[in-house]
């Protein structure tokens, strides 16, 4: 039998086990990870192994809903539609074919939901746990000894889910067509470029291209087992939505009713695609048959050409169909999990609060908590905008003193026991503890409830003035209120604790108001090109297993970064976008310049911890409590659900756990 590898060859580079959830250990610089399984086909139904219970149990090969199709010509027989080495998956126990996956979304704003099912699927993939990288779209993957030539060989046979062949030249179009488009990019994206240059793509053969930087970089190899824009456009039907390869696009996009390209590119191709656009070929396990606005779920329909298979041979997905039904908020959510209505929550309404509510309803329900891994360092950060638009505002924002202040007037053990069910510890914006970059004096500096020290910080902020209701005023005088927006559904915690924090804030003379927003009225005021937020909260991503790919608290890395995004579009544009930072952090940001071109991983770490010393001095905003372990609330008789899993939207949990393995049996 033959085997799935991925091979990155550099004699200069040595990767280290960094922790249980990191990237496994390697030898000689020699990277090796290899699929689950051998990498082969059968059409033999006797090597299904036990019966998995009704018409599409194990000594089937493929999905009846598919054999039917092959039945009436619709479609090729299941050996034409596969790769000749299809990507094996280990499976907890071979499923049965059929059923509906019935989930919930929030609607337009909440296209993660959906993409966290069926979006990952990288060039290379991590395991469930984040411990090792291993084959997926790309075989394999060979970098030349200075790291500027990347060698990238294909799956033979590959196909997108309406026939299309998966070929090089989809890979191609990606990275010297859509990437080099200034309407879509006005500067190439970090992990394809050096310095502002973009890399350029060659075909070698039909399976194999080239991907060549003009310097070294690292960046790249970050990229490839969590990038899947180099294989979301199939070129055959997107090229036909880019101005460059596009004969009739002006009409397409009057025929839309939009105003831009760009405008239809985004909705039909990129970004909201996958459910808005029935007619996108896509790799995913399941493609949209009912998109968004259609109705009152967004359906999803397997995909018959999906090129992965479980060890038997069966191709995979199990799960004929997914629905997500749109619902309005999160507490409906929660009473669609405790009516038994749902076959897995994992967004928005797995709260630390609602835990007990679910648990009172495991057996009514017939549900189970199957407990995941925090990778987050935080439940709640607390971000004022130190790029503010007002100069005297972010003049204010950018005192240490002042933001050391309000921190110390926070009683974080009052928010853990009202809010957070009491779990958790004061945390500022610090690695987990688990993180080999932990570091406990940078965890809990200024997280002492202490009155005193917080009046004493906020008067050598210079706001020694109140006015007549007892409220400190701007340095210069005038009236100084932070108004921090809380996007409303995302985490219903959230609106409590910052009404919380801003009533704690009266008691040192500093107004605060709670500016509840929908997520995607925050994200359009927070991007770069707006920064129209005067303080914002989020989540703590980055603090474990994935510190170095998404350091957005740690210095200023992306829209994400909700306390400074002018200086991430510095960082992300190499200097020409933006707005320029403090000297603090634009060292940071020269630092992870050198980082992205670094090929050594030790050399890597070394500068990412220099990072990390200048956030620690310079304390860029303020954490609350660490986030609790996150849990999903599971049907039963959804099947092959792993424990444990680390949950991060770097690699779209709970994508990497393999859904596509996961099936649905009414029997125990």
Request: hydrophobic content about 35%; aromatic content about 10%.
């Amino acid at each position: 039998m033959s085997e799935d590898t991925m091979t990155i060859d550099r004699a200069t580079t040595t990767f280290k086990r960094r922790s249980v959830l990191a990237l496994g250990a390697t030898t000689a610089g020699l990277v090796t990870a290899t699929a689950s399984g051998c990498s082969f086909f059968s059409t033999d139904p006797g090597s299904g192994g036990g019966d998995g219970g009704g018409g599409g149990g194990a000594d089937t090969m493929e999905s009846p809903m598919l054999t039917e199709k092959v039945d009436a010509g619709e479609l090729p027989p299941l050996e034409e539609r596969l790769p000749a080495e299809p990507l094996v998956v280990d499976v907890a126990e071979p499923g049965q074919y059929g059923g509906t996956w019935r989930a919930l979304t929030l609607g337009p704003g909440d296209s993660a939901s959906p993409d966290r099912i069926i979006g990952y699927e990288p060039g290379l993939r991590m395991d469930p746990m984040i411990q090792e990288a291993g084959p997926g779209v790309f075989t394999a993957v060979e970098v030349n000894e200075d790291g500027t030539v990347y060698t990238i060989t294909l799956r033979e046979g590959m196909k997108w889910s309406d026939g299309e062949p998966f070929t090089v030249d989809d890979i191609l179009f990606a990275v010297n067509d859509v990437f080099a488009d200034e309407e879509l990019f006005a500067t190439p994206p970090n992990w394809l470029s050096v310095d502002g240059e973009k890399a350029v793509g060659e075909k070698v053969d039909d399976l194999t291209l080239t991907i060549t930087f003009p310097a070294s970089t690292g960046l790249f190899e970050d990229e490839l087992n969590r990038q899947m824009e180099l294989i979301n456009y199939p070129k055959h039907y997107a090229q036909d939505f880019l101005p460059a390869t596009s004969e009739d696009l002006d009409a397409k996009v009057e025929e839309a009713g939009m105003e831009a390209w760009t405008d239809l590119w985004n909705d039909q191709i990129a970004g909201e695609g996958f459910w808005n656009n029935p007619d996108l070929p896509t790799i995913d396990a399941w493609n949209v048959v009912t998109p968004l606005g259609e109705g009152n779920a967004v359906v999803f329909e397997r995909n018959p050409f999906y090129w992965k298979t479980d060890p038997d041979g069966r191709q995979l997905p199990y799960v004929d169909t997914l629905s997500f039904e749109v619902v309005s908020d999160p507490e409906v959510m929660t009473l669609k999990v405790t009516d038994g209505e749902v076959d897995m929550m994992y967004r928005h309404a797995n709260t630390s609060a609602n835990k007990p509510v679910y648990a009172d309803s495991l057996e009514a329900a017939d549900t189970r908590i199957v407990e995941t891994t925090a990778t987050s360092m935080n439940a709640m950060c607390v971000a004022l905008n130190l790029a503010h638009k007002d100069p005297e505002k972010a003049k204010l924002y950018q005192n240490k003193d002042f933001r050391i202040g309000l921190s110390h007037a926070i009683n974080r053990e009052e928010l853990i026991t009202s809010v957070w069910q009491r779990q958790g510890e004061p945390w500022q914006w610090a690695p987990h503890a688990e993180s080999p970059f932990y570091d406990e004096e940078f965890a809990k500096q200024y997280t002492e409830f202490d009155v005193d020290l917080a009046n004493e910080h906020l008067d050598k902020a210079g706001l020694t003035e109140k006015d007549g209701d007892g409220f400190r005023t701007m340095p210069g005088g005038g009236t100084l209120t932070v108004t921090v927006d809380v996007p409303s559904a995302f985490s219903p915690e959230w609106p409590t604790a910052m009404s919380m924090i801003t009533d704690m804030w009266k008691e040192v003379g500093i107004r605060g108001s709670v500016n509840t927003v929908d997520r995607t009225l925050f994200y359009d005021r927070k991007i770069a090109a707006a920064n129209e937020h005067d303080a914002g909260v989020w989540g703590g991503d980055g603090g474990l297993a994935v510190e170095m790919v998404d350091p957005r608290w740690y210095m200023p890395f992306s829209d994400e970064s909700v306390w400074a995004t002018p200086w991430a579009a510095y960082y992300n544009s190499e200097g020409s976008d933006g707005e320029e930072p403090v000297p603090a952090a634009k060292e940071q940001i020269e630092l992870m310049w050198q980082f992205a071109a670094e090929p050594d991983q030790a050399a890597r770490e070394a500068l990412f911890q220099q990072v990390l010393d200048i956030a620690k001095e310079e304390f860029w905003g303020i954490g609350i409590v660490t986030a609790p372990n996150p849990y999903w609330v599971v049907k039963n008789r959804l099947k092959n659900v792993l424990e444990g899993v680390p949950d991060t939207w770097v690699y779209r949990t709970p994508g990497h756990a393999n859904p596509e393995t996961w099936f649905i049996s009414e029997s125990e």
